[in-house]
């Protein structure tokens, strides 16, 4: 549990050659007012991860978050997961925004914004986006693919390559 509040934000920052923020845990994790700037992943004896925020097996609640100028594949990473969203914004990003691998998702009132690649990215996933709005991704908007599930209300997607793609 990392909670910040309105009037005083927790700042987790990184330097060149950083190893990011990972939760490899099975339980519960709860992000809220935590703003993540300037990660790498972890890559240590050729066992790599490819979020600069990595949950992995958990519920988690992430809720007025920021992720940016991370320097790997995604800065936010969620694997096997159930997962709550709420007012994040993620921008400025190496490649994916939010890439979601095999979990059960809502996102919402949020924004992605200047990604060197998609801005959500989702495989084996089930997934409610409502008001979001993706901005400026090299790729795709929205990306949902390996038998994914994606419903996507009251969102906007602008200035991207392409708008949404399923990949099955």
């Avoid at 007012?33 to 519920?59: P, R």
């Avoid at 990003?93 to 998702?105: I, N």
């Avoid at 991704?137 to 991207?160: C, I, L, Q, R, Y």
């Amino acid at each position: 549990f990392i909670n910040g509040s309105s009037t005083a934000h927790i700042s987790v920052t990184g330097e060149p050659g950083n190893q990011g923020f990972h939760c490899i845990s099975g339980g519960n994790v709860h992000l809220s007012y935590v703003d993540f700037d300037g990660l790498g992943t972890l890559n240590y004896k050729g066992w790599g991860l490819t979020g600069a925020v990595t949950i992995y097996e958990a519920d988690a609640e992430i809720f007025k978050c920021t992720f940016r100028n991370n320097t790997c594949e995604d800065a936010l990473n969620t694997v096997k997961c159930n997962v709550h969203v709420d007012m994040i914004e993620v921008s400025d990003t190496y490649a994916d925004g939010y890439d979601a691998d095999y979990c059960e998702l809502v996102c919402e009132n949020s924004s992605f914004k200047n990604l060197g690649n998609d801005g959500l990215d989702f495989s084996g996933s089930q997934v409610s986006i409502n008001h979001c709005v993706i901005d400026n991704a090299t790729d795709k908007g929205v990306s949902g693919g390996e038998d994914s599930d994606v419903m996507m209300g009251n969102s906007t997607v602008v200035n991207s390559n392409i708008a949404v793609a399923s990949k099955d």
